[in-house]
């Protein structure tokens, strides 16, 4: 009889092993492959960003691009745009909207421009009116990375 025993308490082991939805701890966060995620956005179409950058909080929006799956290339000065464009292949330049001048007067043939308005001002009506895609500082992640991967479709 204790064989028979071992041999059902053997089965049954095996049986709840292969069952798939196996709780451990009555959690279903750990089943293999489901529920956790171990990276919070990803790009599914990676560019090359120029973004011109100088306070923190850009630098915080600089390192989640990257994260999700972008190469970055960050300037502190719009002056230094059109080095970069020369020296490697940019597919968009972001940019503050009060910069658009100093960035336009570059030859951005095969770049995009996304121009980055302050909340609060009138730059964010004036973004919306001159530029297909523009973006506000207050935006999230999420929204930079859709309007990144909108652009980086239509170029093709």
């Known amino acids: 009889m204790s064989n028979k025993r071992v041999l059902a308490t053997s089965a049954g082991c095996i049986m709840a092993l292969l069952a798939g939805n196996v709780y451990a701890c009555g959690e279903s966060l750990f089943r293999v492959g489901k529920g956790v995620s171990f990276r919070e956005y990803t790009a599914p179409l990676p560019g090359s960003i120029l973004v011109v950058a100088n306070t923190e909080s850009e630098m915080t929006l600089v390192n989640r691009l990257a994260a999700a799956g972008h190469s970055i290339y960050v300037i502190s000065d719009p002056s230094q745009i059109g080095d970069e464009i020369q020296n490697r292949q940019v597919d968009i330049v972001l940019a503050h ?12 043939a095969a770049t995009s421009f996304i121009p980055v308005a302050q909340t609060g001002t009138s ?27 909108k652009t980086l479709k239509a170029q093709g």
Not at 97 to 108: G, K
Not at 126 to 147: C, H, I, P, W
């Open 97 to 108: 909207f009060s910069q658009r001048d100093e960035v336009e007067a570059y030859d951005l």
């Open 123 to 149: 730059e964010v009506s004036q973004a919306g009116k001159l530029y297909q895609r523009s973006l506000s500082n207050d935006d999230s992640v999420l929204r930079f990375l859709k309007t990144i991967h």
